[in-house]
Structure formats: structure tokens, C-alpha cells
């Protein structure tokens, strides 16, 4: 049985497609390559839990996506990656949404954490 249900953002298709396959086997997960593409799916499905690239090429930035999922959920949770290393300022930001921050390379186990969405 699956444990919830997550949404993984990262504008480069294969990272979300990697993280995704390291959480199949314990969520459903959905992916967006854009904060837009993201919105949209968060406005139409329920998540338990985000993984969000703190860059994200296009439109609106991941720290801007999670500022305006907040205003509909305040206690989704979050999880900030990023392969680059970002500012005190940023990753306050992250901890501001409620987030946490965490660096790429990332696995499944560590999402899980992040989350506190053990697998069983």
C-alpha cells in the first residue's frame, strides 16, 4: 500500500524522473518540470509532500512556488534540493516556508526523511 502521495519539481526532466523512481515503490508521484506546470498540479491533486529544486529555469522560481502553495496549505510538506550551494539568505527563505533544505545528489532514503514519510 502506498504511503501518500508526492510531487517531485526540478526543471530538468531527468532529475525529476530519477527522484521519482527512487519513491515509486513506497508513494504515487507526480512530477512538473516548472513552478507553472507545478501550481497547476498542486491546485488539481492533493500531496502530502513536495520536492522542490530551489532553481528552476522558467517562470516562477521554486521558493516562489512553495511562497504560493502556503497560502492554500501551510502544513504540506516540503523538501528544498538544490545542486548548488545557495546563501544563508536562501536556505532562511526555505526554512521561512516551513521547508527544509537539502543538497543534490539526494535518495529516496533521504527524501523519506526529510519528509518523515519512513517506507516499511
Given at each position: 500500500?502506498?504511503?501518500?502521495?508526492?510531487?517531485?519539481?526540478d526543471d530538468?526532466?531527468?532529475?525529476?524522473?530519477?527522484?521519482?523512481?527512487?519513491?515509486?515503490?513506497?508513494?504515487?508521484?507526480?512530477?512538473?518540470?516548472s513552478g507553472?506546470?507545478?501550481?497547476?498540479?498542486?491546485?488539481?491533486?492533493?500531496?502530502?509532500?513536495?520536492?522542490?529544486?530551489?532553481?528552476?529555469?522558467?517562470g516562477i522560481?521554486?521558493?516562489?512556488?512553495?511562497?504560493?502553495?502556503?497560502?492554500?496549505?501551510?502544513?504540506?510538506?516540503?523538501?528544498?534540493?538544490?545542486?548548488?550551494?545557495?546563501?544563508?539568505?536562501?536556505?532562511?527563505?526555505?526554512?521561512?516556508?516551513?521547508?527544509?533544505?537539502?543538497?543534490?545528489?539526494?535518495?529516496?532514503?533521504?527524501?523519506?526523511?526529510?519528509?518523515?514519510?519512513?517506507?516499511?
Amino acid at each position: 500500500m502506498k504511503k501518500g502521495r508526492i510531487l517531485v519539481v526540478d526543471d530538468l526532466a531527468e532529475v525529476a524522473g530519477s527522484v521519482r523512481d527512487e519513491l515509486t515503490l513506497d508513494f504515487d508521484v507526480d512530477t512538473a518540470t516548472s513552478g507553472t506546470e507545478a501550481l497547476h498540479c498542486f491546485m488539481t491533486n492533493r500531496y502530502d509532500g513536495l520536492v522542490v529544486d530551489v532553481q528552476l529555469d522558467a517562470g516562477i522560481s521554486g521558493l516562489e512556488l512553495v511562497a504560493r502553495i502556503r497560502e492554500t496549505d501551510p502544513i504540506v510538506k516540503v523538501v528544498f534540493f538544490s545542486a548548488t550551494e545557495y546563501s544563508e539568505d536562501i536556505r532562511r527563505r526555505a526554512l521561512d516556508l516551513g521547508a527544509t533544505f537539502c543538497e543534490k545528489p539526494v535518495t529516496g532514503d533521504t527524501i523519506r526523511a526529510y519528509l518523515g514519510m519512513q517506507a516499511s
